[in-house]
């Protein structure tokens, strides 16, 4: 490569800058806004999904083994997050439900 057309792809690539600047940086706002919506333990939900799913691959099981553990993994670790929740709720039903009567 000569030292012309290096100043070309240069001059071509602040051109393209110039006109598509604002729609990479669209993107690159999308991209950091989509992982700070998520936040760590989504990231850390969708990692320990897709460690899953490779452990199973790599000990030799099929792509349909593999999502059908991926997605086991996925409710596994939803569920830890949300079990407070439901039981919260329960200790709440409890609390309002109307006691039947003994005879």
Request: hydrophobic share 70%; charged share 5%.
């Amino acid at each position: 490569m000569n030292k012309q057309s290096s100043w070309l792809w240069i001059l071509l690539g602040l051109f393209a800058l110039v006109v598509f600047g604002d729609e990479l940086l669209a993107i690159v706002g999308a991209i950091i806004g989509v992982i700070f919506s998520v936040g760590f333990a989504g990231l850390l939900i969708l990692t320990i999904a897709a460690v899953v799913f490779g452990a199973v691959l790599v000990v030799g099981g099929s792509v349909a083994v593999a999502l059908l553990a991926a997605g086991v993994a996925l409710a596994a670790v939803l569920f830890s997050w949300l079990w407070p929740y439901l039981l919260v709720g329960f200790i709440i039903y409890l609390m309002v439900r109307k006691r039947p009567k003994t005879v």
